[in-house]
Nanobody, 124 residues
Framework: QVQLVESGGGPVQAGGSLRLSCAAS????????MGWFRRAPGNEREFVAA????????DYADSVKGRFTISRDNAKNAVYLQMSSLKPEDTAVYYC?????????????????WGQGTQVTVSS
């Protein structure tokens, strides 16, 4: 079993930055591919970013490319999402998720474990 706990969300003005963190426990973190998803009110959960277990490969949704950066620290069992140039449309609950390698990281169904989410609210 893997437990994922997100932190770092909150209110921010448009153009601002936030750094989300996700602390993992329960299994060998370095074996897990990690991802961030978000869900805005009335919308489906959507892919934001993903990083491979080794940290060598990353992937981003087109809507966040150039503004968001995913990273991980396997020594600390943590994954991060640095968000810059935030827009009101980035407002959502952000979820950290984990899965074992071998599946596409873009689809929610690939993931075995999910955090409870952290709210990000961007005001104009």
């Amino acid at each position: 079993q893997v437990q994922l706990v997100e932190s770092g969300g909150g209110p921010v003005q448009a153009g601002g930055s936030l750094r989300l963190s996700c602390a993992a426990s329960g299994l060998i973190f370095s074996l897990l591919d990690m991802g961030w998803f978000r869900r805005a009110p009335g919308n489906e959960r959507e892919f934001v970013a993903a990083i491979k277990s080794s940290g060598g490969n990353t992937d981003y949704a087109d809507s966040v490319k150039g503004r968001f950066t995913i990273s991980r620290d396997n020594a600390k069992n943590a994954v991060y999402l640095q968000m810059s140039s935030l827009k009101p449309e980035d407002t959502a609950v952000y979820y950290c998720a984990a899965h074992f390698s071998g599946r596409s990281s873009v689809f929610p169904r690939s993931y075995d474990y999910w955090g409870q989410g952290t709210q990000v609210t961007v005001s104009s």
